[in-house]
Each structure stands twice: as structure tokens, then as C-alpha cells.
């Protein structure tokens, strides 16, 4: 997550949650950065299973 966004609700650090609205954008950052690293961590998982399987 980006630390230096700022809330234009109470101007405050997003990363704190001040306001709800802070607490939403954070929560919708961290949803946006889990997924592609589970998509991530399943392509790994399956290209270790497709070499173990090769040999």
C-alpha cells in the first residue's frame, strides 16, 4: 500500500483510518493487492506441481 495518500475527507494519512472514509479506501487498496498475489502464489503452486511431474 502506498503510505503518503492522504483522506481528502479529514485529510489525514489513509494508512491510520481516521474517518470512514479512510477506513474504506484502505480496506479497497488491500482487496486490490491480495489478488493478484494469490493469483500469483496459485500460478507458482502449479508450475512447481507441472516440473515435479515433468521429470
Known amino acids: ?3 503518503d495518500l492522504v ?3 479529514c ?3 489513509v494508512e491510520l483510518g481516521r474517518c470512514s472514509v479512510c477506513r474504506a479506501s484502505r480496506e479497497q487498496l488491500r482487496a486490490q493487492r491480495a489478488l493478484p498475489a ?4 496459485l500460478a507458482a503452486a502449479l508450475l512447481g506441481l507441472l516440473f515435479l511431474f515433468a521429470r
Open 1 to 3: 500500500m502506498s503510505y
Open 7 to 9: 483522506c481528502a475527507n
Open 11 to 13: 485529510s489525514g494519512l
Open 38 to 41: 494469490s493469483w500469483l502464489l
